[in-house]
């Protein structure tokens, strides 16, 4: 087994983790989730899950469509 970063597997993050990460409270995650608009994120078992690498996509993303929409 190697210990290179670059083959490790994203961490996952449960929704008040994601949520601190994001500096948002956890029912607007929940509420991101029910409309389809949020960082994507899935179900492991009972838990709602996300992956680190797939939150900071998210962000840039969010970051990009705040930097085209400006005149």
Same mark, same amino acid.
């Given at each position: ?22 500096r ?6 929940? !509420? ?5 608009t ?11 899950? !996300? ?8 962000i ?12």
């Open positions: 087994m190697s210990d290179d970063p670059a083959r490790r597997e994203p961490e996952l993050l449960t929704i008040t983790e994601a949520a601190e990460l994001l948002a409270p956890v029912a607007t995650l929940r !509420y991101w989730r029910h409309l389809g949020g960082p994507r994120s899935f179900r492991l078992g009972r838990r709602v899950i !996300y992956r680190s690498d797939d939150l900071h996509s998210w840039d993303d969010q970051r990009r469509q705040a930097t085209t929409g400006r005149s």
